[in-house]
């Protein structure tokens, strides 16, 4: 038996006896990933939270992850291996800068807009919010705002460009935060690995830098639009298994490709940047996840008035699209 294998039979055994369910996101490590009882995206491991009849959940995945399971499942115990996980997107704007923008956006004569935070956020700014939404709903939840309601959309830049774009929507805001991971990931370096591999279908996850690029070169003629797709990491898996290419250049961050060569062994998925790790999912080592189940540590706590008031949008977020 190796190492690996003790370690997995203990977290597991350690699980069952706290009555705990052990969520993943698609970026952690591909020992968490394949020890999980569940692993996807940020919307499919919402669900998952918020419908799960175990005590204990344990999220291996960033804080504000863990913190949206909170909100949806108050009376639950909700445990992350690492507090520190943070998130630089969800760093890119505060409740104050939220309420700032919008009183700013009042004050010049604007109509009443309506608030769309990605669910990269801390509680606190989804307190200030009308609705959540993920990567995979965005655009659902943006179509389901009245059109003559202007939306105030953060903190992601390259996402709310990315739901202006498909929805041709006008009066949408947009906050101009970034995650370092993605933003990093440029449309130069897409631009020559897309050019030196015509055959292979692009995955480009919307927080890239690289997705506009990523169209024009479509636009262009340089890559066929066919093989352009902008997806969330669970759109990724669903595209991975129906794609007919035999090649994949993966534009996200690389913990992603362990799934996609789990689904589909047959295709060949490179990263279009190897370098895009991010360190706040990887602080989610096996180690951390042990301690974790041993001491029922780090609890992740939420107030109470800040949750009622983050709840509603979150709901929202969980009603919408796929
Ligand atoms: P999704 O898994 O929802 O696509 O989110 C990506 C992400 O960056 C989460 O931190
Ligand atoms: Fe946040 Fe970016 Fe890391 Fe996702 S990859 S958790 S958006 S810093």
């Given at each position: 038996?190796?190492?690996?294998?003790?370690?997995?039979?203990e977290v597991r055994r350690l699980a069952e006896r706290r009555n705990a369910v052990l969520?993943?996101?698609?970026?952690?490590?591909?020992?968490?990933?394949?020890?999980?009882d569940?692993?996807?995206?940020?919307?499919?491991?919402?669900?998952?939270?918020?419908?799960s009849?175990a005590d204990e959940i344990v999220f291996?995945?960033?804080?504000?992850?863990?913190?949206?399971?909170?909100?949806?499942?108050?009376?639950k115990t909700v445990l992350?291996p690492?507090?520190?996980?943070?998130?630089?997107?969800?760093?890119?704007?505060?409740?104050?800068?939220?309420?700032?923008?919008?009183?700013?956006?009042?004050?010049?004569?604007?109509?009443?807009?309506?608030?769309?935070?990605?669910?990269?956020?801390?509680?606190?700014?989804?307190?200030?919010?009308?609705?959540?939404?993920?990567?995979?709903?965005?655009?659902?939840?943006?179509?389901?705002?009245?059109?003559?309601?202007?939306?105030?959309?953060?903190?992601?830049?390259?996402?709310?460009?990315?739901?202006?774009?498909?929805?041709?929507?006008?009066?949408?805001?947009?906050?101009?935060?970034?995650?370092?991971?993605?933003?990093?990931?440029?449309?130069?370096?897409?631009?020559?690995?897309?050019?030196?591999?015509?055959?292979?279908?692009?995955?480009?996850?919307?927080?890239?830098?690289?997705?506009?690029?990523?169209?024009?070169?479509?636009?262009?003629?340089?890559?066929?639009?066919?093989?352009?797709?902008?997806?969330?990491?669970?759109?990724?898996?669903?595209?991975?298994?129906?794609?007919?290419?035999?090649?994949?250049?993966?534009?996200?961050?690389?913990?992603?490709?362990?799934?996609?060569?789990?689904?589909?062994?047959?295709?060949?998925?490179?990263?279009?940047?190897?370098?895009?790790?991010?360190?706040?999912?990887?602080?989610?080592?096996?180690?951390?996840l042990l301690r974790c189940l041993t001491e029922g540590r780090?609890r992740?706590?939420?107030?109470?008035?800040?949750?009622?008031?983050?709840?509603?949008?979150?709901?929202?977020?969980?009603?919408?699209?796929?």
């Open positions: 038996v190796s190492a690996t294998e003790e370690w997995a039979a969520l993943a996101h698609n970026y952690q490590l591909p020992e968490i990933q394949d020890v999980a569940h692993t996807g995206d940020s919307l499919a491991l919402s669900r998952i939270a918020a419908e009849t291996c995945g960033v804080h504000f992850m863990a913190e949206t399971a909170k909100i949806l499942s108050p009376d992350i690492d507090e520190r996980a943070g998130c630089s997107l969800a760093d890119s704007i505060t409740a104050e800068d939220l309420r700032s923008w919008r009183e700013q956006f009042l004050d010049a004569g604007e109509p009443e807009p309506v608030v769309v935070s990605y669910v990269n956020t801390t509680a606190e700014v989804k307190a200030e919010t009308d609705v959540c939404c993920t990567s995979s709903n965005a655009v659902d939840v943006v179509r389901s705002i009245p059109e003559e309601r202007p939306v105030l959309f953060c903190p992601d830049q390259f996402l709310g460009a990315h739901v202006k774009r498909v929805t041709g929507r006008q009066n949408l805001h947009v906050w101009a935060g970034e995650c370092h991971v993605h933003a990093g990931i440029n449309g130069a370096e897409l631009a020559e690995r897309a050019a030196s591999e015509p055959d292979a279908d692009l995955f480009i996850h919307p927080e890239c830098g690289c997705a506009t690029s990523a169209l024009y070169l479509a636009g262009d003629g340089t890559v066929d639009s066919e093989r352009v797709k902008i997806l969330s990491t669970g759109g990724m898996l669903d595209a991975a298994r129906s794609t007919g290419a035999s090649s994949v250049l993966v534009a996200t961050e690389v913990g992603m490709l362990h799934q996609l060569r789990t689904a589909a062994p047959d295709i060949d998925f490179r990263a279009v940047n190897d370098r895009a790790s991010c360190r706040y999912m990887k602080m989610i080592t096996p180690a951390a780090d992740v706590e939420v107030s109470d008035e800040v949750a009622r008031r983050a709840r509603s949008a979150v709901e929202r977020m969980i009603s919408i699209g796929r």
